[in-house]
């Protein structure tokens, strides 16, 4: 038997072809889907020799990204971009004198199965893993599996949720004295971790247990302060309940907005209207929310963390003598402060840290237009002029977080008004002409200085933004027409005043 049912077709001929006479053995994760018939873009291989060379000559043959994650213990990682989606290919060298000891030396049952590339046709299961998988049961290698590596808590808990597995009593005992050993974990590996936790269609049941076992506020500090926090004086919940409950309503809409969608989800009232008025941009939504701004992390994730850390500026006095200047003025810009704190922490690309940044800073701006009765086109370009690319996860995260500031059914009114803020925003983003959303400059600086004979410096940037603002309303069509509103506006600045006009 070839070993196709567990690989794709042209990756199996290829790690043949590669690896040759060396033992090679598919193991983990895919072996365990793969009985599962779920399907799978990462894999993980135990070579009986040069792992680290291996992977390079398969990044190379791919044509994929290669990196050294643990040069002592020979293992890289290879990162392919394919057309249906990247797929993580990881290359260990076998750590003890046989693959079955190997095996018996992991976390879990389920994923301590493997089979030999050569001989796709044995599984090699030393810790009955096949049957914990068949009884539903998670089940640890070994008493200290745990306590060995405590990264394997947080797996065995996103295990268990994702795929609706039992916790063994000894396997829960260990869990239960985890949280302690978190710190000992490398903020990459809890990254790793955290965001396939975020990656499942419904994150928030993971994400509860986690917090319940106490191993979630070490990885999330910043949002522990939350609980015991509450709404309003007249709430029962607390704000990281508010937290959960948005990660979930964003699940929803993620389910009856992306590209494949819940049919039964949305025939619910209250995602009904969304599909009937945001249903067109599903496309555009989907598109977005896929895109990776690091190989193995999308938008998507990105939006359901900083969904837990949309409030977490209001849990924070900011105290003025705070090192490095002024404290920050409102909730979310605190909020902000602190998602990038952990941003960094957990070794986020800087891509990564501002587009969690801008979601938080902006979140309450959908809200604010609700209330102001409406997105006017000048509305329109300064919300994704300051939003930037994370301007359409601001728009969900606020559809999301209304749902979870109301007790179902939210009331029609409400959210009809909401959602109409959402359908303008979104159409500016996804349907207008790219020239009407950022208008291109119709003034250099340099002539409007010379024309209105002032010095460059800050008045000309404000001067050139309030044009494109009116171009941006179709107040102003061409350079004459914005010339002569900056004349103005100049010529109207408050009397006495050199600076802002």
Not at 69 to 90: C, F, K, N, W, Y
Not at 169 to 174: F, G, H
Not at 209 to 221: E, W
Request: hydrophobic residues 40%.
């Amino acid at each position: 038997m070839s070993p196709r049912p567990w690989l794709p077709d042209s990756l199996a001929a290829l790690l043949t072809r590669l690896a040759g006479t060396t033992p090679m053995w598919l193991v983990g994760g895919a072996v365990r889907d793969s009985l599962l018939e779920r399907p799978t873009s990462d894999f993980d291989f135990v070579v009986d020799g040069n792992a680290l060379g291996l992977a390079r000559l398969v990044a190379n043959a791919l044509r994929a990204d290669y990196y050294t994650l643990d040069i002592e213990r020979g293992i890289g990682r290879v990162i392919h971009a394919t057309p249906d989606g990247t797929q993580t290919l990881d290359f260990s060298r076998l750590r003890l004198p046989a693959i079955a000891a190997d095996l018996m030396s992991r976390d879990y049952t389920v994923n301590a199965m493997g089979v030999a590339l050569d001989d796709p046709g044995q599984l090699i299961d030393p810790t009955r893993g096949l049957q914990d998988l068949k009884d539903r049961r998670l089940r640890a290698c070994g008493p200290d599996a745990i306590a060995d590596d405590p990264i394997r808590a947080l797996r065995g808990v996103r295990l268990s949720t994702d795929l609706g597995l039992r916790i063994d009593p000894d396997t829960l005992k260990q869990l239960t004295e985890a949280p302690n050993l978190i710190a000992s974990v490398s903020p990459e590996r809890l990254r790793d971790e955290l965001f396939v936790v975020l990656r499942q269609p419904r994150p928030g049941r993971a994400l509860r247990v986690l917090d319940h076992a106490g191993l979630l506020g070490p990885v999330l500090p910043e949002t522990i302060p939350l609980k015991g926090l509450h709404l309003g004086p007249s709430d029962a919940g607390d704000r990281w309940a508010h937290a959960l409950a948005t990660v979930d309503h964003l699940a929803e809409l993620f389910l009856v907005l992306a590209s494949q969608h819940d049919e039964e989800a949305a025939a619910e009232v209250t995602l009904g209207l969304v599909i009937l008025r945001l249903g067109r941009f599903r496309p555009g939504i989907s598109e977005h929310l896929h895109e990776e701004l690091t190989p193995g992390r999308n938008a998507r994730q990105l939006l359901l963390l900083a969904a837990l850390y949309h409030d977490a500026g209001t849990a924070v006095a900011p105290s003025s003598d705070e090192p490095g200047g002024s404290p920050p003025s409102d909730p979310q810009e605190m909020g902000a402060r602190l998602v990038a704190e952990r941003g960094r922490a957990l070794r986020l690309s800087s891509a990564e840290i501002e587009r969690l940044r801008l979601t938080v800073l902006h979140s309450g701006r959908p809200g604010s237009l609700d209330r102001a009765g409406g997105v006017s086109p000048r509305e329109a370009y300064r919300f994704f002029r300051d939003a930037g690319e994370a301007g359409l996860e601001v728009v969900l995260l606020s559809l999301a977080e209304l749902l979870a500031s109301h007790t179902p059914p939210i009331a029609t009114p409400i959210w009809e008004s909401r959602v109409d803020i959402a359908r303008q925003l979104l159409e500016a983003r996804l349907e207008w002409p790219p020239e009407r959303l950022s208008p291109p400059p119709l003034l250099r600086g340099d002539r409007l200085a010379k024309a209105l004979a002032i010095s460059p410096g800050p008045d000309v940037g404000i001067l050139l933004e309030q044009v494109r603002e009116a171009q941006a309303a179709g107040d102003v069509r061409d350079a004459d027409e914005a010339l002569a509103l900056a004349r103005r506006l100049w010529a109207e600045r408050p009397t006495g005043d050199e600076g802002t006009p």
